[in-house]
């Protein structure tokens, strides 16, 4: 199996590395963090996989694109590829500052388009492949002060449903992963309650298992799932409640 995962130096991306890492699977790794990039690879060539890594932010299109042709051409093709880097926190309105809110639309939404589409072509000649992205369970409703993380995953969840439809009759696969609370450096910033959080390893254990039974949309846990799809529904007063 020849899986890329970005975002694989901390969090869940590192989680899913090691997850799939095992003899006869060859893994393609980004995250800008170089150390941690490597250290993850160690750990996942102990586990017998094969690994070849990409420094890069998600955002850098031209590095993104000859990421995608060089493990094409290392690994012979490409069975999976998770578009797993991301970024949140908190709009800040106050401040009046829009780089903030512009980085984390860049990151959280170009990132995806940069990771995904290089290997459309690859995989559309081959008939075959699978292409994932984390959104969240925050990418079902407007989220009051945390908005633009919410954009960004509403982005991802449409543009997974979208590009699933246009690639099926190819034979490729898209799934929308949407992940309640996780433990990672993402959430560990958080001050405010995290309902039904999981652990790492959990989690990672969870995309997977999702993952090979070709789900298009997977979002747990199964709490959090039936808290999303109310909230799409819910009055707008419902959501200003709950979130504050
Ligand atoms: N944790 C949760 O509760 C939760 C819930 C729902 C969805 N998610 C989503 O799950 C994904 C992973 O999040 P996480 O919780 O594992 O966060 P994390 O621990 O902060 O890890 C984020 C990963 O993304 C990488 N990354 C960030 N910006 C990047 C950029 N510009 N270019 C390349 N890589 C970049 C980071 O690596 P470098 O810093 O080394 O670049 C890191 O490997 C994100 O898309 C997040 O929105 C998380």
Not at 70 to 96: C, M, Q, T, W, Y
Request: proline share 7%; net charge positive.
């Amino acid at each position: 199996m020849r899986v890329v995962i970005t975002g694989a130096t901390a969090g869940i991306g590192e989680a899913l590395a090691l997850e799939y890492a095992a003899a006869g699977v060859t893994l393609g790794l980004t995250g800008r963090r170089a150390d941690r990039l490597e250290a993850v690879a160690a750990a996942c060539r102990a586990k017998g996989a094969t690994v070849h890594t990409w420094p890069i932010d998600v955002v850098d299109q031209p590095g993104m694109q000859a990421m995608a042709r060089e493990f094409l051409e290392r690994a012979g093709g490409v069975d999976l590829v998770i578009a797993n880097a991301g970024i949140g926190g908190p709009d800040r309105l106050e401040r009046g500052d829009p780089a903030p809110i512009v980085r984390t639309l860049e990151v959280n939404v170009n990132g995806v388009v940069n990771t995904l589409v290089p290997f459309m072509p690859a995989m559309i000649a081959q008939r075959s492949g699978h292409l994932a992205a984390v959104a969240s369970v925050a990418g079902f409703r407007a989220m009051p002060l945390r908005t633009t993380y919410s954009a960004s995953k509403i982005a991802v969840r449409t543009l997974m449903e979208g590009w699933g439809m246009d690639l099926e009759p190819h034979g490729i696969t898209v799934t929308s992963i949407n992940p309640g609370f996780v433990e990672s450096e993402l959430t560990a910033k958080n001050r405010f309650p995290m309902p039904f959080i999981l652990p790492t390893p959990a989690a990672a254990k969870r995309i997977v298992r999702a993952l090979r039974r070709r789900r298009r949309v997977y979002t747990f846990p199964l709490p959090m799932a039936v808290l999303a799809r109310v909230l799409a529904l819910a009055p707008r007063w419902v959501v200003k409640r709950l979130v504050r």
